[in-house]
């Protein structure tokens, strides 16, 4: 990260837990906002991403899910722009693509003139 600067990090399969600190994975110097979405219980899976601090962002509040995402939005003075991450383990439930339409449309009405990623 340090040689290509990026602005933008996302993750998939972290393998994090809470125990885990942020500034383990990311330096302080190196000036990001970090969201994390760990697995709560088996070893494995997880979502991340980080933002330079200088990119005004803020974690999307997502109420009773249980697939393995995370979504931001991304703030400037004339438009919004959601950034979404999510890992689809090999042994997912078979309802899996309705659950994360689900989450994508409640996404986007809430937030309707953004742009999705």
């Not at 697995?39 to 899976?45: A, D």
């Amino acid at each position: 990260l340090e040689d290509n600067s990026s602005d933008i990090v996302i993750l998939t399969e972290t393998w994090l837990k809470p125990d885990i600190e942020d500034k383990e994975l990311f330096p302080a110097h190196l000036c990001y906002n970090i969201f994390r979405h760990d697995r709560p219980s088996r070893r494995g899976g997880g979502v991340l991403i980080a933002i330079k601090k200088n990119i005004f962002s803020f974690n999307i509040c997502l109420a009773n899910h249980v697939l393995e995402f995370l979504c931001i939005c991304i703030s400037t003075s004339s438009s919004k722009v959601i950034l979404g991450v999510c890992y689809r383990p090999p042994d997912c439930a078979s309802s899996f693509h309705t659950e994360l339409c689900s989450v994508l449309l409640n996404i986007k009405n809430r937030f309707p003139k953004a742009d999705m990623l």
